[in-house]
């Protein structure tokens, strides 16, 4: 009988995923192809993911979270030819996977999440942006555990922001715009290592004597200025821990360079079906 995979995917237990995964890294180890999973991994996936009409992300709550972002994940390690290759990426995962931890604390809420994002929009950003370049929408998954080394991760290839239980004294709303500031830069320069060059520009004149380490360094401030760009002054100012450290005069300068890199941005990523929609007449269909 053909290994069950939906089911192992289908609840929210780690134990589950380790098993499945600890399966496949056997399969493989022996030579044996996981290929014949791929529908199976694929209909679950559109069984469990929504994406409302028109728009260009969908969420996944935490009963699929963890399924759906691991299949993700395994849709792609599983048609790896190389089996060797295949052992080391999904040996990979289950680190990942092995790195949950249950924890009594709480999740972002996704009614909380549609604001952020209403708060990106008037920000002037459509949501048609959280496409990538392939036009792959946005999947937000929510994943009921938390781990020690982040609250939520970005992950450009898949164009997935996972969403971790949150540890005390930290604020899931700045992470989750954090997150989205990620998805911008990869959409901008087409790396999630690089920046703008115009915000090395603007680094420049409002933080002179600053020297990043490294690339990543400076990823990092971007997308946290980002993140106080969107947040100061709304509802949201004081789910953002950065923004009390500038001035009004600093506020203002992070939110004018956002303002003119983004309205260039909406323009130049704008999915092409939804151009051509923009572009006819009132009153045809
Ligand atoms: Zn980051």
Redesign the pocket.
């Known amino acids: 009988m053909k290994y069950d995979i939906k089911s192992k995917l289908s609840d929210q237990f780690l134990e589950t995923k380790i098993e499945l995964l600890e399966y496949l890294i056997n399969q493989a180890k022996q030579g044996k192809s996981n290929k014949s999973f791929t529908q199976d991994i694929d209909n679950y996936l559109s069984e469990k993911e929504h994406f409302p009409y028109m728009t260009s992300y969908c969420m996944v709550g935490p009963k699929y979270g963890l399924g759906c972002l691991l299949g993700h994940f395994l849709y792609h390690y599983i048609n790896e030819p190389d089996f060797t290759k295949q052992v080391f990426l999904l040996t990979d995962l289950l680190e990942y996977i092995q790195a949950f931890r249950p924890s009594k604390n709480a999740l972002l809420k996704q009614t909380t999440t549609v604001k952020l994002i209403g708060l990106i929009e008037d920000f002037g950003i459509f949501s048609a942006f959280f496409r990538n370049s392939d036009h792959r929408p946005l999947r937000i998954h929510y994943i009921p555990y938390d781990r020690a080394d982040s609250n939520g991760h970005y992950y450009p290839n898949l164009n997935i922001i996972a969403l971790y239980k949150y540890k005390e004294n930290s604020y899931p709303e700045y992470v989750f715009i ?1 997150e989205i500031a ?1 998805l911008i830069t990869h959409n901008l320069t087409g790396s999630p290592h690089k920046v703008p060059d115009s915000f090395n520009e603007f680094n420049k004149t409002f933080h002179p004597t600053w020297k990043p380490r490294s690339t990543d360094d400076i ?2 401030i971007f ?1 946290d200025l980002f993140s106080i760009a969107i947040m100061a002054e709304t509802e949201f100012a004081s789910r953002n821990p950065l923004i009390d450290r500038f001035s009004d005069h600093g506020l203002k300068m992070i939110k004018d360079y956002f303002i003119t890199l983004t309205r260039k941005l909406k323009y130049a990523k704008q999915s092409p079906i939804l151009s051509r929609l923009a572009q006819k007449p009132p009153g045809t269909s």
Request: charged letters at 20%; proline letters at 0%; zero cysteines.
């Open positions: 954090h990620h990823i990092e997308v």
